[in-house]
């Protein structure tokens, strides 16, 4: 089943940021929950942008969204010390957000994601910058998968973000993340593929349906989970659309629920 | 680049039917020069509907629409009569529509196709119906590329279509067509995958939204034409983002050019 991670609970949206400053515990609530009844499968908390703020920030966010929380949350922070006060917070087995080959990151998350029971965001990114090729997607992900399986996180629990870079400035950008999925999946069946998917659009016009379009060739590809506001209809139309296209829908269920609940927009 | 079959002049369209009864030239006319605005490659004309006036309807319809065609005809009938008047009337080197592993139409289409140059479709039915597995699909698939390919067609004048089937009567319909298209692509790289899209929603609802996510996985999987409404928007604005995404298009010069011409919509 594909995993939506819902996006919207992040200190640079302008409106979470005030709700924020302003402990309107209302607010956070209120979208969490709208994000769960969208299909959310994890929660993603992002307590980042007021610097100086984000511990207490976090700690509030955290003590706010639990109680109504009937998925997983993603704990999303750099900061080793704020992600062990979010872990010893929640009560489901929680993702991490993230982990990568750029020096500081990966030795600062070593440690603490030693020995714990968490998933992982792995991103294909090191002190070079972004991936430049498929080769960078592919030998980044294995390198990550294989250092991550050294501190016992399983292959299962790793979610590999290939980082979706615009088309716009290139036009093999495509092509390069997908076919790095592709082996990526090939060499580790039981990895899942992660990413925010707007990157691809950057640049161009009509951006929505360029994101929906290549959220169908990712899920082709192996993709099986996405960063993004699961309030937005047509990427969710697109997803469900997929999964049922995929052979992953029995009796086409997960599209006629969504139908029914006016979530399926064409 | 994607080869776009445009559907619209077939006389089973009740209003294509009338123009034809009435010998009604101009709205044949309009509809042709609409098509080719839109991005046609090949203008589908069929004229069977009207029975017993096929040979007729068709010689009316080819003299209305030779004059104003910029783009070769694909020639839609079962009748090898038909198909030889046709023939002899067109301009540019037509597609013909279809043949099939059907004794019938196999054994009345080879003695016409044979030496002629011309492109064709190849429909992967036979006396026992539509294919209900990938090996049906695969094993008529190159049947028919190599019967035809015995009678002087090339591969790349091929168009093989694996006869998408509604994904509401089996969870897997998607998967079989996808895998096999990968499959035929693979074993044959010249041959080129077309065929109706909108049998995979037969059926559901919301229609649009499962047909263009088809369109858009049958692209990745290696279709390279589709016989389709031009006017349709949705439908063609997912095929001119897949291209982009699969890295078929320049500097993103033909999305772009659509975007302006108001024909992407999300």
Same mark, same amino acid.
């Given at each position: 089943? @594909?995993e939506?991670?819902?996006?919207r609970?992040?200190?640079s949206?302008?409106?979470?940021?005030a709700?924020v400053a302003?402990? %309107?515990a %209302?607010?956070?609530?209120? $979208?969490?929950?709208?994000?769960?009844e969208?299909?959310?499968?994890?929660?993603?908390?992002?307590?980042?942008?007021?610097i100086?703020h984000?511990?207490?920030?976090?700690?509030? /966010?955290?003590?706010?969204?639990q109680p109504?929380?009937?998925?997983p949350l993603t704990? $999303?922070?750099?900061?080793?010390?704020?992600l062990?006060?979010a872990?010893?917070?929640?009560?489901?087995?929680?993702?991490?957000n993230?982990?990568?080959?750029?020096?500081?990151?990966f030795?600062?998350m070593?440690?603490?994601?030693?020995?714990?029971?968490?998933?992982?965001i792995?991103?294909?990114?090191? $002190?070079?910058?972004?991936?430049?090729?498929? %080769?960078d997607i592919?030998?980044?992900?294995?390198? /990550?998968i294989?250092?991550?399986n050294k501190i016992g996180?399983a292959?299962? !629990?790793?979610?590999? $973000?290939p /980082?979706?870079?615009?088309?716009?400035?290139?036009?093999n950008? *495509?092509?390069?993340?997908?076919?790095?999925v592709?082996?990526i999946?090939?060499? @580790?069946? !039981?990895?899942h593929?992660?990413?925010?998917?707007?990157?691809?659009?950057? *640049?161009?016009p009509?951006?929505?349906?360029?994101?929906?379009?290549?959220?169908?060739?990712?899920? %082709?590809?192996?993709?099986d989970?996405?960063?993004?506001?699961?309030?937005d209809?047509k990427i969710?139309?697109?997803?469900r659309t997929? !999964?049922?296209? /995929?052979?992953?829908?029995d009796?086409?269920?997960?599209?006629?629920?969504?139908?029914?609940?006016?979530?399926?927009?064409?």
């Open positions: 089943m @594909f939506v991670i819902g996006e609970i992040n200190t949206r302008k409106l979470v940021q709700a302003d402990r %309107d %209302d607010y956070i609530v209120e $979208d969490v929950k709208k994000q769960q969208a299909g959310a499968n994890f929660i993603d908390v992002n307590a980042g942008a007021r100086g984000e511990t207490e920030d976090m700690k509030w /966010l955290l003590d706010t969204i109504i929380a009937t998925v704990l $999303d922070s750099p900061d080793p010390a704020v062990e006060m872990f010893a917070m929640v009560e489901k087995t929680p993702m991490i993230s982990i990568s080959l750029e020096k500081e990151r030795e600062a070593m440690p603490f994601l030693s020995g714990k029971k968490c998933k992982v792995a991103l294909c990114m090191d $002190d070079a910058g972004m991936p430049n090729s498929f %080769d592919l030998g980044r992900g294995r390198k /990550l294989e250092e991550l996180i292959t299962s !629990d790793i979610y590999v $973000d /980082l979706v870079q615009p088309i716009s400035t290139d036009t950008k *495509g092509t390069m993340v997908l076919d790095a592709r082996n999946k090939a060499e @580790f069946p !039981d990895v593929i992660t990413g925010g998917l707007s990157n691809i659009s950057y *640049g161009l009509q951006r929505h349906i360029i994101n929906r379009t290549f959220v169908t060739l990712m899920m %082709d590809a192996g993709m989970s996405a960063i993004i506001d699961p309030l209809k969710m139309a697109s997803i997929a !999964d049922m296209l /995929l052979g992953k829908d009796f086409c269920m997960n599209y006629l629920k969504g139908v029914r609940a006016g979530a399926i927009e064409s």
